[in-house]
């Protein structure tokens, strides 16, 4: 009886040469598709309609939108986690992707996943540690990794078996999440401006100004423009509404995980404005100490999350530390979209330290002129004492 393996499908080039190559070595390969948002009913209904045709035996879909909000993409707005600065972490729905091959393998009875990560790539280390720490007895397999595959070979092979390739899918590698979209391949590997083909959701349509007011309770967003929904949906429509004027493109050069450098392409417009709006709001609500030791842990847990150890323990210690500076991180941010571009205009809460009871920044304060210039006598002393020791003169 054929072992039977658990493969992560996205209907594209490399996962369908998968199915192909995994049935050659003599495995029942199950497909499964996780569904983190990006995929239309359309493209479900190819990516089901592919494995059949390519003699996948069973094929899996999982709707896990909701599930890496609440899991992953939160933490993300809370911890305002941008990888060296710039990538919001859209590589992350490979941790979700992962649990739940483990989870069908485990239903299935299967004795290994499989996956379609080049061994270039950051994905296969994402997805092999994962597995390596929640189920160290599966087997992980990677075709194109084994076999060091060049894309024009795996379409010459499948076009050999006789199936066809998309056109698109032969010029870009995507990967589209409720997140946004990355893109690689082509001109943008050779370090060139990508062609206006290769934006789809940063794709400029709206030319007048256009103003989004986004609500947040402990960090997370709960409404947008007066209507209350879950995080995702607001997610998935400021994707629609930011994009329209073109916000949200990222074109930079990565520090990967396996040690080189690449150069990336990606559409986040939704979550990168959100990001920015989370951290006008903090400005208001959190001290400056708070902001500060804060912000060396969200530059960490970036790093952790983009380097495949999503669960080392120290990520839980993380998000506790950032779940308590979220208790007053409630209020509204009003966002002006324009083109390319988006800034914040107003942001209030009622635990703002904002206090005019108590000062106006440069026009009026609760303490005489004699106190202040008491305070900076005493302030600036050490730095005097440094000077005099320095030029003899006092």
């Not at 194109?144 to 590698?173: N, S």
């Not at 400005?283 to 669960?311: H, I, M």
């Amino acid at each position: 009886m054929a072992q039977k393996v658990v493969l992560a499908f996205s209907g594209g080039l490399d996962t369908s040469f998968c199915v192909l190559n995994l049935r050659e070595r003599g495995y029942d390969v199950i497909t499964l598709t996780v569904d983190t948002g990006g995929l239309s009913e359309e493209e479900l209904k190819y990516i089901e309609n592919r494995s059949k045709e390519l003699g996948a035996m069973r094929h899996y879909f999982i709707d896990a939108r909701q599930e890496i909000f609440d899991e992953i993409i939160s933490y993300i707005i809370k911890a305002n986690a941008l990888y060296e600065g710039k990538y919001p972490l859209m590589c992350s729905d490979r941790y979700t992707i992962a649990k739940h091959l483990i989870e069908v393998a485990r239903k299935e009875g299967a004795a290994a996943v499989a996956h379609g990560c080049t061994g270039a790539g950051n994905d296969q280390v994402r997805i092999d540690v994962t597995v390596m720490c929640l189920a160290p007895d599966l087997k992980v397999i990677a075709p194109i990794r084994e076999l060091g595959m060049t894309r024009a070979q795996e379409v010459e092979y499948l076009e050999k078996k006789g199936f066809e390739v998309r056109e698109l899918t032969k010029r870009y590698t995507i990967n589209e999440n409720v997140f946004g979209r990355t893109i690689s391949g082509s001109e943008i590997d050779e370090n060139k401006e990508p062609s206006e083909e290769a934006w789809v959701l940063t794709r400029v349509t709206k030319r007048e100004p256009e103003y989004v007011r986004i609500s947040f309770e402990k960090g997370i967003p709960v409404e947008l423009n007066g209507k209350r929904m879950h995080g995702i949906e607001i997610l998935q429509q400021l994707n629609a509404i930011a994009g329209a004027h073109g916000y949200g493109r990222g074109l930079y050069v990565e520090d990967e995980t396996v040690g080189i450098k690449g150069f990336q392409a990606f559409e986040a417009p939704g979550l990168l404005l959100l990001i920015e709006a989370h951290r006008a709001l903090e400005r208001l609500v959190l001290t400056r100490r708070q902001l500060a030791v804060k912000a060396t842990l969200e530059n960490t847990y970036a790093d952790l999350s983009y380097r495949g150890l999503f669960y080392e323990p120290v990520m839980r210690d993380i998000e506790a530390f950032v779940d308590s500076t979220q208790e007053f991180v409630t209020g509204e941010v009003m966002m002006k979209l324009e083109h390319m571009s988006a800034i914040q205009v107003s942001v209030s809460s009622p635990y703002s330290l904002v206090r005019e009871d108590i000062a106006r920044y440069a026009q009026a304060a609760g303490w005489s002129g004699e106190e202040a210039e008491a305070f900076i006598k005493l302030y600036g002393l050490q730095q005097k004492i440094a000077s005099i020791r320095k030029t003899g003169k006092s």
